[in-house]
């Protein structure tokens, strides 16, 4: 059997024809304004709930995207099976023709109204395409040029479309290999996710190519059944008899099978918790940051951005350095130069007498981590960078460079991709603070073997070893969607705990869940009633402190207090 990575048999001019042909049919003239339909933005929130996984697996691959197209005049885009852009970020001096241009969220790219098209052509036709300037049917979108590959799911089904645009003269061949490959790594965390797989099986024609996104990946049952595979695996599961395989390979060990190698490796079974943040993840930022490179981490507040980097810290070779966290929405705004960059004495009216040396400088050695980054005004985001890129601090009242040796870990519950669009985060600052972007996952979202794992190491936190749910307590708060995450859920967890005594806990133990109706809001309740409750629980949990309420519910302090007023 010969293994070969993707290729395409057919000429994309049969295609293109094929696909013209289907855009004269839909009675469309190339002439016409071609506008997209749009999706107003309660459905375009709608469907982008309804698709969170999806775009959290595009989240995922974006490191791709960053280390192929960054600083390219180009935009990635995720549209849904009917065509509907998801997702739309990259390049901001593009985005106003690509605003005119309907590249954003909401807009629909199907070959029904929009004609020939990447996004629409990849979905009509199931494979890869390029769509280069007067390729487009509509010559209103003559002057863009797309490549963009289909996501499947692990069942073959069509999921949606990666693509990547570009004004048509800068569009590059490597753009169709970044939607590619984003694709591919999206449909093998879906093959791997799959519930009840207990092997992965990999193939590849050799053992380079094991464990590529292009090699293939089929998840099986315990019994050797076939769960799912990816698109390379699915061309050759007609000849290929996973089970019989699954008994003559022996786990972990590189085996040669046709003209290729195979590798076995066992997924933690259903019934066994996995490690709570997946080691592959922490492996990874460990890794970078050993090396310097900056890290930016994305989440939701409570979702353990701050947990995770003092496990980073202590792992990491800058362990017996320090590590200096510094909250950036918490620093007062007069002050903030000042804190982070140190002042020499009588700097400034109310400067401290001695000077100070700055979070910046204490980080000497050790790791510097601002938390909160988005929170940072224009003017020190423009020191920061300095500072990034020449590794010297020149503190207020200073002429003086002072050498620093630091490792910087960012983070964000902020979107800083929309903050750069709108002008609000400087662009240069992200790039050199994304060196390696990890987005934590949202607890509504993580596996029911991931939920039990912290769940279970939660309790055993708060309460000890002995402690126990009864039956059916975790099905109930795996249903919660949990706003604030791991934070709430440790909350929940030690109330629940004390009222058991430390023992069994039964549902009269449980404090009040948070449940949620379709229309995404907290069902029997009003909107005024819920947000009040979250306001609350935040106050409860921030032991009534109104400026850290006010920061983790991301309104103002005045917002916080006028809210209270209210009531
Ligand atoms: N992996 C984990 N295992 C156990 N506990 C965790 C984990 N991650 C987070 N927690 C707990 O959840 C709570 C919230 O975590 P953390 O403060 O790190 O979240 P965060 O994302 O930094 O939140 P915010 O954005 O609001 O500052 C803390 O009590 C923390 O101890």
Excluded at 136 to 150: D, E, G, K, L, R
Excluded at 442 to 452: N, Q, V
Excluded at 534 to 554: D, M, P, T
Aim: overall charge neutral; some cysteine.
């Amino acid at each position: 059997m010969t293994m070969q990575y993707l290729t395409f048999n057919e000429q994309p001019t049969a295609l293109l024809t094929r696909s013209w042909q289907r855009s004269q049919g839909f009675g469309l003239q190339p002439h016409f304004q071609a506008d997209p339909d749009c999706l107003s933005p309660a459905d375009l929130r709608q469907q982008q709930q309804r698709h969170r996984h999806l775009l959290s697996l595009v989240q995922k691959a974006m490191p791709l995207f960053e280390q192929w197209q960054q600083g390219r005049d180009c935009r990635l885009l995720f549209a849904d099976a009917d065509g509907t852009i998801l997702l739309s970020t990259g390049d901001s001096r593009f985005s106003t023709r690509a605003r005119r241009l309907a590249l954003a969220t909401g807009a629909r790219w199907h070959e029904q109204t929009m004609g020939t098209n990447a996004i629409g052509t990849a979905l009509s036709e199931q494979q890869e395409v390029s769509i280069l300037g007067e390729q487009h049917y509509m010559q209103a979108n003559h002057s863009i040029s797309c490549s963009a590959s289909p996501v499947f799911s692990p069942t073959g089904e069509l999921l949606g479309v990666i693509d990547i645009s570009s004004e048509a003269g800068k569009h590059s061949g490597d753009m169709l290999m970044t939607a590619r490959l984003m694709a591919l790594t999206m449909e093998n965390a879906l093959v791997s996710e799959q519930q009840d797989a207990c092997w992965l099986l990999n193939l590849a024609n050799d053992a380079a190519g094991l464990q590529q996104p292009w090699s293939a990946l089929i998840a099986l049952r315990e019994d050797g059944r076939l769960l799912g595979a990816n698109r390379r695996a699915r061309q050759w599961l007609p000849r290929l008899d996973p089970a019989a395989l699954l008994s003559q390979l022996r786990q972990g060990e590189l085996t040669p099978w046709g003209d290729g190698m195979a590798l076995l490796s066992r997924r933690s079974s259903p019934g066994r918790p996995r490690p709570v943040t997946p080691p592959s993840a922490d492996h990874a930022a460990l890794k970078l940051l050993n090396h310097g490179v900056p890290l930016l981490l994305q989440g939701e507040t409570g979702t353990g951005k701050d947990h995770l980097v003092r496990r980073l810290h202590q792992q990491s070779q800058r362990a017996k350095g320090p590590l200096i966290a510094v909250n950036c929405g918490a620093l007062p705004t007069d002050l903030i130069e000042a804190e982070l960059f140190g002042h020499t004495a009588g700097a400034f009216t109310g400067s401290h007498k001695e000077g100070r040396p700055g979070y910046i400088r204490a980080a000497h050695q050790g790791i510097l981590f601002l938390d909160e980054i988005g929170e940072l005004p224009l003017p020190a985001q423009t020191r920061l960078l300095r500072v990034l890129q020449e590794k010297t601090v020149v503190p207020l009242g200073c002429h003086q460079p002072v050498p620093v040796d630091f490792c910087v870990i960012a983070a964000s519950h902020k979107n800083l991709e929309v903050m750069v669009a709108d002008g609000s985060f400087r662009e240069d600052l992200y790039f050199r603070l994304n060196g390696y972007k990890h987005t934590l996952t949202p607890l509504r979202e993580y596996t029911r073997a991931d939920f039990e794992a912290l769940t279970a190491q939660l309790l055993r936190e708060l309460h000890g070893p002995d402690i126990r749910l009864a039956e059916g307590i975790m099905d109930k708060l795996h249903a919660c969607p949990w706003p604030g995450n791991i934070r709430q859920l440790r909350q929940v967890l030690e109330v629940a705990g004390i009222l058991a005594d430390g023992r069994q806990i039964e549902t009269h133990h449980l404090p009040e869940l948070p449940v949620v109706n379709v229309t995404g809001q907290t069902a029997g309740q009003d909107l005024k009633t819920t947000t009040e409750q979250r306001i609350q629980q935040v106050l409860k949990a921030c032991n009534g402190n109104i400026s850290e309420a006010a920061r983790q519910l991301n309104i103002s302090r005045t917002t916080l207090y006028a809210r209270l007023k209210k009531r």
